[in-house]
């Protein structure tokens, strides 16, 4: 059983489509993330979600847009897509800071590439 | 403020030498440390973690590290490099208090056979 699990884990499509990458953690836990990769490796945090609400909205273009449905749920849609939006997107999970102990689940990661 | 660096954006070691990847954290209150390895195409998997018990923590694949207060370090050792281990190394930091999580840029391990 994946314990954080996104799919797709490759999209390829042109400039200005609109993608959604999805993310189920069956982990129980009440945090989940996106994170943006880029070339270099360097990781920085988009969005996080406890419980369904957003707590951490980092500098990003609002044409990426979070939905949590659930607290298991954490999906990413991207409009009007640039080719500075190629990067890998993880998705990640953790229990909540009340019931902390700090280790973060991953995924495996969606490659975008916008051409 | 949280942050980290990890000194060394590449490490070459030969195969069965140490492994020393350096990470300094700087925290105004006691940090929650870790470490993640990613290998190639993969996700990050959380290699060890300190959390204000005992300062030399052991993790998983032989690798451990140890919390220095005075020089604000938790650098990552291996008495002896595999050629699996080769991956990308995150040094994290993060209050116990919250879920905000500082990664450093990272550090790419080459293990020469």
């Known amino acids: 059983d994946t314990a954080v699990s996104q799919t797709p884990k490759y999209l390829v499509t042109q400039m200005g489509n609109d993608k959604s990458i999805k993310c189920e953690q069956n982990?129980?836990?009440?945090?989940m993330y996106w994170y943006k990769q880029d070339s270099k490796k360097f990781l920085k945090i988009m969005f996080s979600?406890?419980?369904?609400?957003?707590?951490i909205n980092e500098t990003v273009p609002n044409r990426f847009s979070p939905k949590s449905p659930d607290k298991a749920h954490l999906n990413l849609h991207i409009n009007s897509l640039e080719l500075g939006d190629s990067a890998v997107y993880f998705c990640?999970?953790?229990?909540?800071?009340?019931?902390?102990?700090?280790?973060?689940?991953f995924g495996e990661g969606s490659r975008l590439t916008v051409l | 403020a949280q942050s980290v660096t990890q000194l060394d954006s590449h490490v070459s070691v030969s195969e069965g030498t140490p492994v020393l990847l350096r990470c300094n954290y700087s925290?105004?209150?006691?940090?929650?440390l870790f470490w993640y390895v990613q290998h190639p195409n993969k996700g990050l998997q959380l290699l060890l973690k300190?959390?204000?018990?005992?300062?030399l923590v052991k993790g998983i694949n032989g690798f451990e590290a140890e919390f220095k207060k005075s020089e604000t370090s938790f650098h990552l050792t291996k008495p002896s490099a595999h050629m699996s281990d080769a991956a990308e190394y995150f040094c994290?930091?993060?209050?116990?208090?919250?879920?905000?999580?500082?990664f450093g840029t990272g550090t790419s391990l080459t293990v020469i056979p």
């Open positions: 990640a999970s953790s229990l909540s800071p009340t019931r902390y102990t700090g280790e973060l689940f």
């Open positions: 982990l129980g836990h009440d945090t």
């Open positions: 979600y406890n419980n369904k609400e957003l707590i």
């Open positions: 925290s105004s209150y006691s940090p929650s």
């Open positions: 300190y959390t204000s018990a005992a300062t």
């Open positions: 994290v930091v993060t209050l116990n208090t919250g879920n905000q999580f500082y």
